[in-house]
C-alpha cells in the first residue's frame, strides 16, 4: 500500500436512516475509488469504515457530512486507523 493510504472508522448521526445514506456512502466511496462498508446501527446511527488514499478519504466525509436529499446529519465521529484491506464497498 501507497503512504497515503489510510483507514477512517466513523460514526454519523442525525435522521441517517431510511434515508439511503448508506447507497449514498456506497456512492461516493465508489466514485472515489475508496473500499469499506456501512452498516446501520440499532442506536440509530450509521457506522462506517473507509480504506483508501487520503485525499479521497476525505473528500468522501465531506460529502457525507451533507448526506443524501432526505437526510439531516447531526455529527460524525471519526477516528484514523492504519491502513486496512477491503474488497469493493459493502453495506450491511
Do not use: Y
Not at 431510511?18 to 456501512?38: N, S
Not at 460529502?63 to 491502513?83: F, M, Y
Amino acid at each position: 500500500m501507497q503512504n497515503d493510504t489510510i483507514c477512517v472508522h466513523a460514526f454519523v448521526s442525525g435522521r441517517v436512516q431510511g434515508v439511503w445514506f448508506r447507497a449514498f456512502t456506497r456512492q461516493k466511496a465508489l466514485e472515489e475509488d475508496v473500499c469499506g462498508w456501512a452498516n446501520n446501527l440499532q442506536d440509530g446511527r450509521v457506522e462506517v469504515m473507509l480504506s483508501g488514499h487520503q485525499e479521497a478519504i476525505e473528500s468522501v466525509m465531506r460529502a457525507l457530512q451533507e448526506g443524501p436529499e432526505l437526510a439531516r446529519v447531526d455529527d460524525i465521529v471519526r477516528e484514523t486507523l492504519p491502513p486496512q484491506d477491503f474488497e469493493g464497498f459493502r453495506c450491511g
